[in-house]
């Protein structure tokens, strides 16, 4: 493969998945990890990716409230947020973790509806920071910051959520498999996102289809485990099918 259909393939994974591990694009495309490292860092310096210890991430992970541009697949996200968004009653409780559709489902939600939420996210936290304060209230669940995802991680975070119980987990995934569960990159945010799962007494997955019958090393939960799988796709789509045999609510 030459040099330019690798950094191609490495920005397709990147924009999929968020962010992405060294070893792992090094075994998808059969090179060395030294040869990936290089290809990463040439990207970095074309400002098409960021490179962070182990890997890289997307322009558009850590997206405040401005930076729609670079959002991949941002109209798929879109149709999944506003999905997302009929599940949201007054008066709920919500715990929601990072990731680009999550931030969109955020900015849809009504400034004057009465919410609590919950999240690990920083710049989750930093765009609910904008909803006014006589309806909403908003706790950002502390502990180790993991730089790349900015989610917070480790023992802290996992007591805090073991001590509430939340109506909806808007739980944003990179991986999904049918077999497999839903999996992650990172052991520590699989942790997390175990006790997010711990703590809802619902939880919705908001995932492009692209995501759909694919995993990573660390596993978070059965997919069994999901009550609701939001994509953009029609809830009929014969894609979805396995899925829906699990029992899993489509939206």
């Keep these: 493969m030459t040099k330019a259909k690798r950094q191609l393939f490495i920005l397709s994974e990147v924009q999929l998945r968020n962010r992405v591990v060294l070893a792992d694009l090094a075994n998808m495309l059969n090179v ?3 040869t990936v490292r290089r290809d990463i860092k040439e990207l970095a310096a074309e400002k098409k990716l960021k490179k962070v210890h182990g890997g890289a991430v997307s322009n558009g992970f850590n997206a405040y ?5 670079d ?3 941002l109209d798929s996200k879109v149709t999944i947020a506003q999905k997302a968004l009929h599940l949201i009653k007054e008066g709920d409780v919500l715990l929601i973790s990072g990731g680009s559709t999550n931030l969109e489902l955020i900015k849809m939600i009504p400034k004057k509806m009465s919410l609590t939420f919950f999240t690990p996210s920083l710049s989750m936290a930093i765009e609910l920071s904008h909803r006014p304060p006589r309806y909403s209230e908003i706790y950002l669940i502390g502990g180790k910051l993991s730089p790349s995802s900015q989610l917070t991680v480790g023992g802290g975070s996992i007591n805090i959520l073991s001590e509430i119980m939340v109506d909806t987990c808007f739980l944003g995934t ?3 498999d049918v077999k497999k569960g839903v999996t992650e990159v990172d052991w520590e945010i699989a942790q997390m996102k175990k006790a ?3 703590a809802s007494k619902k939880v919705v997955s ?3 289809s692209a995501k759909l019958n694919t995993y990573n090393r660390y596993k978070i939960c059965d997919i069994g485990n999901l009550g609701t799988l939001i994509t953009e796709l029609e809830p009929n789509s014969p894609l979805l099918d ?3 045999k ?3 609510k489509m939206l």
């Design 71 to 73: 959002i991949f697949e």
């Design 242 to 244: 396995d899925y829906r």
């Design 65 to 69: 409230s401005n930076r729609s541009s």
């Design 196 to 198: 997010m799962i711990r």
């Design 174 to 176: 990179g991986y999904l």
């Design 246 to 248: 699990q029992g899993i």
């Design 32 to 34: 060395s990890i030294d």
């Design 206 to 208: 908001l995932c492009i």
